[in-house]
Each structure stands twice: as C-alpha cells, then as structure tokens.
C-alpha cells in the first residue's frame, strides 16, 4: 500500500457520527456525533465535546475490528465495527549507539524508568480544549530517517519497534509545534530521549519531541501551531542531529506522518 493510500485510510474526519469503515494501524480517526452523546471505542468512554466532536486511534499492533457505539441523548444508539488495516513493519538496524543506552546497568535502568512514568502521567491529562480540529503542521523540514513502527536493532540488538517518525536536520535547527496546546511535560537531560518536551493537543491527543538540544517552553505554557518550542539535537540516545516527532492518543502511539495536514514527501 502507497504511503497516499495510507494516509486516506489512516486519518479519517466523519460527520455526524458518520464513521469510516476502516483505518490504518497507526491511524488517527477525527469524528463527530450528535451534541450530548456518549461515546465507547472498544467498551472504552472517550471524551464528545460540546460540538459532538471525539477521536481515537488504532494502535501499532491493533488487528480490529473496533467496536464503536455511540449514544445519542435521545437514547437512539448506533454502531460501527471498523476494520483495522494492517501494515507491514521493516526493520531499521543503528549502528553506533552508546552500548550504555542499549542495554543500561541495573541504576540507569531505574532512572529510565522512573523518567518514563512522568512522561506517561503526563499523556493521561483529557482537556477538552479541540486544538487537533485545526490540522497539523511538519515541526521541521527534513529527510525522514526513522519512520514510525519500524522494528528497531540497535547495535545488533533487537528492541521495541520505533515509537515515532525521526527526521533529520542540523543541529539547532527550530523546531516548531505543529498544532497548538499545553506544555504539559519538558525536561532538558532525560537518559534515552534527551531534551524532552510533550505538547498536549487536547482530548488525549499529544505530540512529543525527543533529543532536543534546547528547549524554550516550560511546563504549563500554552503555544501556538507554528511556534518555535526548541530545537533539533542528539541528545540522548541518538547517533546523529534529528528530531523525534511522537504522536499519542493517551498510552496508545500514532503514526504522526499520517496525521491531517502532514502529507507524505
């Protein structure tokens, strides 16, 4: 499947709770229902806002179908079993990774996991700010050198499969943010991800940067689609200058390089 195709079954806007009959694993879904609804996607209730609008996404690894109900005030329900599109996953080898960062001592574990769940506690924040309805934005202009859910072997060493899409650019490069919201999570020196800053677009909806050699947000700063939040580094575990562009709805990751407004290069 071309990454076009991709993209049109990854990213589907409905219209009064018409919902596409499928999407990609990776994929975003935008849709809307009449206002007052109720809203379960697997058995799970996600946030309508006062206009109808609720989203989801099919992770990864997601087979399908998703069950989605939706509850109209009247009482009138409806519901859509979506097909999950599956995708093939290639192989990405690094070479040249700090042995450290690839299989970290037992004390560097434990800090990599208690960073971890402050990035994660973060992503659990459910505003019901619609910043995502206006598109996305590339947060910089380069060569993908890494795509989203590509497995990844480090050194020769098989890890998880990769979380975001990394594009390359030189060091210092601005980095923009590519819809508006809230700095919910930014720290300078996490061990793995480096300069780290998690930008919450609203309903569950965030974008996180990673290897950033500067940042010029603090947390609880609300920023607009465009404007420079740091810039492009490799710090980290990183082997060269790039930016790490992640997309999550709360804990489950999305592919940002199919996201509305972010055609495929």
């Not at 994929?27 to 996600?46: E, M």
């Not at 210092?172 to 061990?191: C, H, N, Q, R, W």
């Not at 919450?200 to 607009?224: A, C, E, I, P, Y």
């Amino acid at each position: 499947m071309t990454a076009s195709l991709l993209a049109l079954a990854a990213c589907a806007v409905a219209q009064a709770a018409d919902l596409p009959t499928s999407l990609s694993q990776g994929g975003l879904v935008i849709a809307h229902a009449d206002p007052g609804s109720k809203v379960t996607v697997g058995g799970k209730l996600v946030r309508v806002g006062e206009d109808g609008t609720f989203v989801f996404g099919a992770g990864r690894d997601e087979v399908g179908p998703l069950v989605v109900v939706i509850r109209s005030a009247s009482g009138q329900s409806q519901t859509q079993r979506l097909f999950v599109t599956p995708r093939e996953w290639p192989v990405e080898r690094v070479e040249g990774v700090p042995a450290k960062t690839v299989n970290p001592p037992p004390e560097i574990a434990a800090r990599i996991k208690r960073e971890q769940a402050l990035v994660t506690a973060a992503r659990n924040r459910d505003d019901d700010r619609e910043d995502f309805t206006h598109g996305f934005i590339w947060p910089v202009q380069g060569r993908i050198s890494g795509r989203f859910g590509n497995q990844r072997i480090y050194n020769g060493d098989p890890k998880a499969p990769h979380s975001g899409m990394d594009i390359a650019v030189p060091q210092g490069t601005p980095v923009k943010a590519p819809a508006a919201g809230i700095v919910t999570f930014a720290a300078p020196d996490l061990y793995l991800t480096g300069g780290t800053i998690l930008l919450d677009h609203g309903f569950g909806l965030t974008s996180n940067f990673l290897h950033l050699s500067r940042l010029d947000v603090k947390v609880g700063q609300r920023v607009t689609q465009g404007q420079v939040i740091g810039a492009a580094g490799m710090t980290g575990r990183a082997t060269g200058p790039h930016v790490h562009w992640g997309f999550n709805w709360f804990g489950t990751r999305l592919d940002p390089l199919l996201l509305p407004g972010i055609a495929p290069p």
